[in-house]
């Protein structure tokens, strides 16, 4: 395969270790969750060249990318890492709410923290 014509994004995403199978490098393709350059895609066949910025959309944000080499195999995570770059300019959470999705959830209040709500709440009304 020359480097000109590109790769399957499937495929691509598949040996770069975005995706664990390859059916699910398919589905993730199909699914318009990742753009193209700025072009959504809902084809695993669309082909993917260095040079290219793909726009993943995962559950827990945005994630760009850029394709720095088309991969002959799926190998160590080291070879996929060299597969792409994390581009810099990617967006920032809107607020707040990412932080706190990765924090646990707050353990039962104590005595404490119930007179402290109390309080809070005469002050509010």
């Known amino acids: ?67 720095v080499a088309i991969g002959e195999r799926r190998g160590p995570a080291i070879e996929a890492r060299a597969l792409y770059e994390e581009e810099l300019f990617a967006p920032a959470p809107r607020d707040s709410i990412g932080l706190l999705a990765s924090v646990a959830p707050p353990a039962r209040p104590d005595k404490r923290d119930r007179r402290l709500l109390k309080q809070w709440k005469r002050l509010g009304t």
Do not use: C, P, Y
Request: no cysteine; proline share 0%; hydrophobic share 40%.
């Open 1 to 67: 395969m020359t480097v000109s014509s590109g790769q399957r994004i499937d495929k691509w995403l598949w040996h770069a270790r975005f995706a664990k199978t390859r059916t699910t490098a398919q589905v993730l393709a199909r699914s318009g969750r990742i753009r193209i350059n700025r072009l959504r895609t809902d084809s695993a066949s669309r082909l993917v060249k260095i040079g290219d910025v793909l726009t993943l959309s995962e559950e827990r944000g945005v994630r760009v990318i850029g394709v």
